[in-house]
């Protein structure tokens, strides 16, 4: 983002409190004057805690705006069960080589409860789709350009920090420290680090949001199984992900098959019905029976996927991005991409508020991390909350989805929305047709419902 | 293994509730062995197939489930077949003369010289219910391409819309009446002077109101649940500034 690096270099008067609830207009941070240089000129100094996108892009912003940064990862050659799917935005934003991504999707296939298969991908233009990439080789590949940028990367686990005891003293991180071995050896050796701020990357199950106190959320259960089919089989995926709805496969999420470098994950989630995951799996493989005979299951993974905000994203000089906060859209579950970008965005704070390192920061500093995340993405997190509300609530509700997802405008804007992160309002003579068609498709689909209650099988 | 009792967990009324009471005595006893069939279904196309010990009195003259459409009507004589339902192969896949490729031929719904709408909505829900009891492999020769648009919308508003509107609009018009009556009798006003009044006009705008919205009597638990749903997100978002007591920063 470029407004907020923008107005770094000058430390001048405060900007005042930090903008409520998200009406900020461009970010413009400067350093408070009042903050106090660091004493003895050294530069302020950040623990960002876990090697995923987030964390990675967190360190590469922070060492590239002249802090002192150290990232903490527990696992380096960590697989992390993911779907793997980023936006195009997020190659060009990041400046991600084309080498990483496996394969470019660029036909999803809708499948409804009753079968009905819609082909979406018709609008897209031949450069434009969605990129599937391995989590092992994409997280490396941002650490290391972390480590590039001057950050220290250290296999260790966090383990708990302790709380500066004047206002502007530094905080304790409190980890265990692996050595040479990247599997991480039971044990390892207990180290501390004296940090002026920390940034917590540790996913879902973080443990600096226990630590800070940053509350619950709800969280669905993603679990998949990595598929190794026949090369006939995998042909018909070159290009192609599918995604299955429907009460069998999941009372309030989808079943997929998303192509990978080699194999395929078929996959679902659920939030409500967690301990029938395996029923639903169980419904995804049917679905998907004949195009993934004769695969061998080479893995099976499962991971909790937040479903929304934690009550409380900062603490202090204490703070959240990407999955320990929450940033994961309802609907489609994705995450990747807001995980690197709310990395970076704090990142960016952090090196505004602190004028590149030289300065101490404050927790509203972060909070314009918060505000400016909030006011960038809230419509696109809006939108896909009302589209699981509508779509997913029930099968009649899947059925009209499925249907509506065949329009080429329905399409066109998805796409945009997705590829680029942009909520485009489009033509307003098309977005009517559209509520007419969506509210015809809803009618019709709770229509048939009420039939299918008389039928007698 | 730890597969089999958690593929026979009891589903969850709330997963499907009009399934499970939706019409007890016309179904003599589908209900178990439909949730046999389907589990057993999910659990051998997953897993090892596991053993099925339906208790055996449960068997008589159940009604066949296969309608006449699907050619052999597997007819009720259950009690042997019972046992052996875990081996054999589930429930043959949905089946009908009138479903080709993938769509419903509207050749086959002839009444008359134009096409029997209310015979395809008739089919299609009942392939959509057929589906919903028994998931299909998809299969990418046969894609399903059907598409309820090309049922046009009269058909629909006379079979669906028409009665409702006919119930409420009669609702309205009982409600109406007795107001007006009552008003009446309490301030001696005739119905046209109620007319002309703006709050009698009010009560009439709140009676029609009233009647679109609230017509079982969940609806009104579930009017509430809409509102506070609409609202629920953005509060979890916003929870992060409610305990702000940082405000500026310290000038």
């Given at each position: 983002?470029?407004?907020?690096?923008?107005a770094?270099?000058?430390?001048?008067?405060?900007?005042g409190a930090?903008?409520?609830?998200g009406?900020?207009r461009?970010?413009?941070?400067?350093?408070?004057?009042?903050?106090?240089?660091?004493?003895?000129?050294r530069?302020?100094?950040?623990?960002?805690?876990?090697?995923?996108?987030?964390?990675?892009?967190a360190?590469?912003?922070?060492?590239?705006?002249?802090?002192?940064?150290v990232?903490?990862?527990?696992?380096?050659?960590n697989?992390?069960?993911?779907?793997?799917?980023?936006p195009?935005?997020?190659?060009?934003?990041?400046?991600?080589?084309?080498?990483?991504?496996?394969?470019?999707?660029?036909?999803m296939?809708?499948?409804?409860?009753?079968?009905?298969?819609?082909?979406?991908?018709?609008t897209?233009?031949p450069?434009?789709?969605?990129?599937?990439v391995?989590?092992?080789?994409?997280?490396?590949?941002?650490?290391?350009?972390?480590q590039?940028?001057?950050?220290?990367?250290?296999?260790?686990?966090?383990?708990?920090?302790?709380?500066?005891?004047?206002?502007?003293?530094?905080?304790?991180?409190h980890y265990?420290?692996?050595?040479?071995?990247?599997n991480?050896?039971?044990?390892?050796?207990?180290?501390s680090?004296?940090?002026?701020?920390?940034?917590g990357?540790?996913?879902?199950?973080?443990r600096?949001?226990?630590?800070?106190g940053?509350?619950?959320?709800?969280?669905?259960?993603?679990?998949?199984?990595?598929?190794?089919?026949?090369?006939?089989?995998?042909?018909?995926?070159?290009?192609?992900a599918?995604?299955?709805?429907?009460d069998?496969?999941?009372?309030?999420?989808?079943?997929?098959?998303f192509?990978?470098?080699?194999?395929?994950?078929?996959?679902?989630?659920?939030?409500?019905?967690?301990?029938?995951?395996?029923?639903?799996?169980?419904a995804?493989?049917?679905?998907?029976?004949?195009?993934?005979?004769?695969?061998?299951?080479?893995?099976?993974?499962?991971h909790?996927?937040?479903e929304?905000?934690?009550?409380?994203?900062?603490?202090?000089?204490?703070?959240?991005?990407?999955?320990?906060?929450?940033?994961?859209?309802?609907?489609?579950?994705?995450?990747?991409?807001?995980?690197?970008?709310?990395?970076?965005?704090?990142?960016?704070?952090?090196?505004?508020?602190?004028?590149?390192?030289?300065?101490?920061?404050?927790?509203?500093?972060l909070?314009?991390?918060?505000?400016?995340?909030?006011r960038?993405?809230?419509?696109t997190?809006?939108?896909?909350?009302?589209?699981?509300?509508?779509?997913?609530?029930?099968?009649?509700?899947?059925?009209?989805?499925?249907?509506?997802c065949?329009?080429?405008y329905?399409?066109?804007?998805?796409f945009?929305?997705?590829?680029y992160?942009?909520?485009?309002?489009?033509n307003?003579?098309?977005?009517?047709?559209?509520?007419?068609?969506?509210?015809?498709?809803?009618?019709r689909?709770?229509?048939?419902?009420?039939?299918?209650?008389?039928?007698?099988? | 293994m730890?597969?089999?009792?958690?593929?026979?967990?009891?589903?969850?009324?709330?997963?499907?509730?009009?399934?499970?009471?939706?019409?007890?005595?016309?179904h003599?006893?589908p209900?178990p062995?439909?949730?046999?069939?389907r589990?057993?279904?999910?659990?051998?196309?997953?897993?090892?197939p596991?053993?099925?010990?339906?208790?055996?009195?449960?068997?008589?003259a159940e009604?066949?489930?296969a309608?006449?459409?699907?050619?052999?009507?597997?007819?009720?004589?259950?009690?042997?077949?019972?046992?052996?339902e875990?081996?054999?192969?589930?429930?043959?896949?949905?089946?009908?003369?009138?479903?080709?490729?993938?769509t419903?031929?509207?050749?086959?719904?002839?009444?008359?010289?134009?096409?029997?709408?209310?015979?395809?909505?008739?089919?299609?829900a009942?392939?959509?219910?057929w589906?919903?009891?028994?998931p299909?492999?998809?299969?990418?020769?046969?894609?399903?391409?059907f598409?309820?648009s090309?049922?046009?919308?009269?058909?629909?508003?006379k079979?669906?819309?028409?009665?409702?509107?006919?119930?409420l609009?009669?609702?309205?018009?009982?409600?109406?009446?007795?107001?007006?009556y009552?008003?009446?009798?309490?301030?001696g006003?005739?119905?046209?002077?109620?007319?002309?009044?703006?709050?009698?006009?009010?009560?009439?705008?709140?009676?029609?109101?009233?009647?679109?919205?609230v017509?079982?009597?969940?609806?009104l638990?579930?009017?509430k649940?809409?509102?506070?749903?609409?609202?629920?997100?953005?509060k979890?978002?916003?929870?992060?500034?409610?305990?702000d007591?940082?405000?500026?920063?310290?000038?």
């Open positions: 983002m470029t407004s907020l690096s923008s770094v270099a000058l430390p001048s008067s405060c900007r930090r903008p409520a609830g009406r900020a461009l970010l413009v941070a400067r350093a408070a004057a009042s903050s106090p240089k660091l004493p003895s000129g530069r302020l100094r950040v623990a960002v805690v876990g090697g995923g996108p987030a964390g990675g892009a360190a590469e912003a922070l060492a590239k705006g002249g802090v002192e940064t990232l903490i990862e527990r696992k380096m050659d697989c992390k069960p993911c779907g793997g799917a980023i195009l935005c997020m190659v060009s934003e990041f400046d991600l080589p084309l080498d990483l991504v496996d394969r470019k999707v660029r036909k296939k809708m499948i409804s409860p009753s079968n009905v298969a819609v082909d979406i991908g018709r897209l233009a450069h434009e789709y969605i990129g599937m391995r989590r092992e080789v994409l997280d490396a590949y941002l650490r290391s350009r972390a590039n940028a001057g950050a220290e990367v250290v296999n260790g686990l966090f383990l708990r920090y302790d709380a500066p005891k004047e206002p502007n003293g530094t905080y304790v991180v265990n420290h692996y050595d040479g071995s990247s991480g050896k039971v044990g390892g050796e207990k180290r680090l004296e940090v002026d701020a920390i940034v990357a540790d996913g879902a199950n973080s600096v949001a226990k630590e800070m940053a509350g619950d959320y709800e969280y669905a259960i993603a679990f998949q199984e990595r598929v190794k089919i026949p090369d006939a089989k995998m042909a018909y995926y070159e290009e192609r599918e995604m299955y709805v429907g069998d496969v999941s009372p309030d999420f989808y079943g997929w098959v192509p990978k470098c080699d194999h395929v994950a078929v996959g679902t989630g659920t939030v409500t019905h967690k301990a029938d995951i395996k029923k639903f799996q169980a995804t493989r049917l679905r998907a029976k004949d195009k993934i005979k004769g695969g061998k299951i080479i893995r099976v993974e499962a909790p996927i937040p929304h905000p934690r009550p409380k994203r900062v603490s202090g000089r204490v703070t959240l991005v990407g999955d320990a906060a929450g940033y994961v859209t309802k609907c489609s579950g994705e995450g990747i991409y807001f995980a690197a970008k709310s990395g970076r965005m704090c990142a960016e704070a952090i090196v505004a508020g602190s004028a590149n390192g030289t300065r101490m920061v404050e927790e509203s500093d909070r314009k991390y918060l505000a400016e995340f909030d960038l993405y809230w419509p997190y809006k939108v896909l909350d009302i589209l699981q509300k509508v779509f997913y609530r029930s099968n009649a509700a899947r059925e009209a989805f499925v249907e509506m065949a329009d080429d329905v399409q066109k804007m998805t945009d929305s997705y590829l992160k942009r909520v485009v309002p489009g307003p003579l098309d977005d009517i047709k559209l509520a007419v068609n969506t509210i015809g498709s809803l009618v689909a709770t229509a048939l419902r009420r039939e299918m209650e008389k039928v007698t099988l | 730890a597969m089999a009792t958690s593929t026979f967990s009891p589903r969850p009324a709330s997963l499907r509730p009009l399934r499970a009471g939706a019409k007890p005595h016309l003599l006893l209900f062995r439909f949730r046999a069939g589990l057993e279904r999910a659990a051998a196309a997953g897993e090892a596991v053993e099925v010990a339906p208790p055996a009195g449960e068997t008589e009604p066949a489930p309608a006449a459409s699907n050619g052999a009507a597997v007819k009720a004589v259950e009690a042997p077949a019972k046992a052996t875990a081996a054999a192969p589930p429930v043959p896949a949905f089946r009908d003369a009138r479903w080709v490729n993938g419903w031929d509207l050749s086959k719904f002839d009444k008359g010289g134009a096409v029997d709408w209310d015979a395809v909505i008739d089919a299609e009942r392939r959509r219910k589906l919903e009891d028994y299909e492999a998809t299969n990418t020769e046969e894609a399903v391409v598409d309820t090309i049922i046009p919308w009269w058909a629909w508003m079979r669906f819309h028409l009665p409702e509107a006919e119930k609009n009669g609702r309205a018009a009982m409600v109406g009446f007795f107001m007006a009552f008003v009446d009798s309490l301030t006003v005739g119905l046209v002077d109620q007319m002309g009044n703006f709050f009698c006009k009010t009560l009439l705008f709140v009676a029609v109101a009233g009647v679109l919205l017509r079982k009597n969940e609806d638990h579930n009017l649940k809409i509102i506070d749903e609409t609202t629920f997100y953005d979890q978002w916003q929870a992060t500034w409610q305990d007591t940082t405000g500026g920063p310290k000038n």
